[in-house]
């Protein structure tokens, strides 16, 4: 069920987000949501409607995530017009210490966030940490996750 669901969601991600990463990321996120709450929820509509749903508002997420990006941006560049940015040396402390945590629970989840953030390709990476494509996404979804709650809480684990 899943595996249809999974090819049907890159399907309808595919014309709305152009970035590969970022569509493999969404549709992962999805599924795993799906997965964890399906049995405790009591869905009132078909499966296949609230699944989408559940799609639909992880799209959602992504595009306010990125129009809040470039609406920072854009406040940067007015604010300091001809600039160069620089790092913010608290949020650098702060993004190493996470990192750190990450990689003493899970080696393999600050290696794959590292060689992203380096700028690497998804084969690239796939190729260096023999994973596949489906597992790398796994993976960077995870890692991004403990990311961002390191950094909003301090901590890695919920």
């Not at 992962?28 to 929820?41: E, F, G, N, P, R």
């Not at 809040?68 to 790092?87: F, I, S």
């Not at 996750?145 to 919920?158: A, S």
Request: glycine share 4%; hydrophobic share 35%; charged share 30%.
């Amino acid at each position: 069920m899943y595996g249809q669901l999974s090819v049907s969601f890159r399907l309808f991600v595919q014309h709305r987000i152009w970035i590969e990463e970022d569509r493999e990321e969404i549709v992962q996120d999805a599924l795993v949501t799906i997965m964890q709450k399906y049995k405790s929820l009591t869905i009132e509509t078909s499966f296949s409607a609230w699944a989408y749903m559940v799609l639909k508002n992880k799209m959602l997420d992504y595009f306010k995530t990125r129009k809040l990006h470039a609406a920072k941006m854009d406040q940067y560049q007015r604010e300091n017009p001809g600039g160069v940015w620089e790092p913010d040396p608290e949020l650098q402390a702060k993004l190493k210490d996470c990192f750190t945590r990450i990689h003493r629970l899970h080696d393999r989840h600050a290696r794959v966030l590292n060689l992203h953030y380096q700028g690497y390709t998804t084969d690239e990476i796939c190729s260096r940490m023999n994973i596949s494509q489906s597992n790398l996404y796994v993976i960077l979804s995870r890692a991004r996750k403990m990311l961002e709650l390191c950094l909003r809480e301090g901590d890695i684990e919920p």
